[in-house]
């Protein structure tokens, strides 16, 4: 399908769509490092400004519009988080942008703390905003663990299906392909319908070369020297080996200093490249700007895993659209 793509950071979310077989049409970004990043490795169809301040009419048609609209006031980790946090009503531009280009489709990705904010108003008004703007709205919480992402990252989708379309091209979430709960041995053969064990953070990063090795080639691969402290605050916690990666984090307003989570050898913190990689970017995806800008396009990102199973509901939609024409 042909994709608009709003607040697209790096393109984690974009890259995954595009491995799903998409076609990203036109993108916007604020951050001149995150465009920078974008498009050195997905193209030159970003356009890097102020979403506010650029013309509905400069974006192609599509078929699907996509983004993950800024998070900072509606993260749990935010306890001033309100209704009137400015940063929340950058959602009204998504809302402009799919009332305006009526795309068959658009998928909308948020952190869990928006289904709790006010008592659950800010959920309530964006679907009646995109439910009045001509679509069936649903909504689920994610754990992107649950699909192959070595990672424990809760995650809200929004999907809406046009109008329009009958109820049996309605959009459907995929269904996990990993739980928690599976049994190791089930990774040997994967039998119909079995669920895979979590992938570890380890299993993740285990065949990737210590920073500071004198053959190391790898881009990005530079480390915050904070130092490694095991107490039970961000950051500073344990990360278990066995087990996925705690969330990535970001702080996606530029202050204050990097979050990066300790190693899996819990002997310092991650790379920029070894979070890219427990973002299920490509080892050669290269991020622009300095060590802190990195570690937050990284942070700010959908896991890339993620979101090819999110495309690939919509490549199946494609194909049941074309029988039906």
């Known amino acids: 399908m042909r994709v608009i793509s709003l607040f697209s950071g790096a393109g984690g979310l974009d890259l995954g769509l595009i491995q799903a077989g998409h076609t990203v049409l036109w993108a916007n970004e604020l951050d001149k490092d995150a465009a920078a990043t974008y498009r050195l490795n997905i193209g030159p169809h970003i356009v890097e400004g102020d979403i506010g301040e650029i013309g509905l009419d400069t974006m192609p048609e599509a078929d699907v519009v996509v983004g993950g609209f800024p998070c900072e006031g509606f993260s749990r980790a935010n306890l001033r988080r309100s209704l009137e946090d400015t940063r929340n009503n950058l959602y009204v531009y998504f809302v402009r942008t799919v009332r305006t280009k009526q795309p068959l489709y658009f998928l909308a990705e948020n952190v869990r703390g928006l289904l709790t904010l006010a008592g659950g108003a800010a959920i309530r008004r964006i ?30 989708i ?14 459907i979430f995929p269904q996990p392909t990993h739980s928690r709960d599976a049994q190791p041995d089930q990774s040997a053969v994967l039998l119909q319908d079995a669920l895979l064990p979590w992938a570890t953070c380890w299993e993740a990063l285990k065949d990737v070369p210590e920073p ?37 984090l970001a702080r996606g307003d530029g202050g204050g200093g990097v979050c990066a989570l300790q190693h899996p050898l819990n002997h310092r913190r991650m790379s920029v490249r ?40 919509l490549a199946v939609l494609e194909e049941r659209l074309e029988t039906c024409a």
């Open 127 to 156: 679907v009646r905003d995109f439910g009045e703007s001509g679509y069936r709205v649903q909504y689920q919480l994610f754990n992107t663990a649950d699909y192959g992402v070595p990672q424990t990252r809760q995650r809200v």
């Open 158 to 171: 929004i999907a809406g299906t046009r109008n329009d379309l009958p109820p049996d091209l309605d959009y």
């Open 212 to 248: 500071d090795a004198a053959d190391c080639s790898l881009a990005n691969h530079v480390y915050s020297r904070y130092k490694v402290t095991n107490r039970d605050f961000t950051g500073h916690r344990w990360t278990d080996p066995s087990k996925p990666s705690p969330t990535v």
């Open 274 to 313: 070894e979070t890219a990689i427990i973002q299920t970017f490509p080892t050669d995806f290269g991020f622009v700007g300095s060590m802190n800008s990195c570690y937050r396009q990284v942070g700010n990102a959908v896991p890339v895993l993620f979101a090819k199973r999110l495309g690939e509901q």
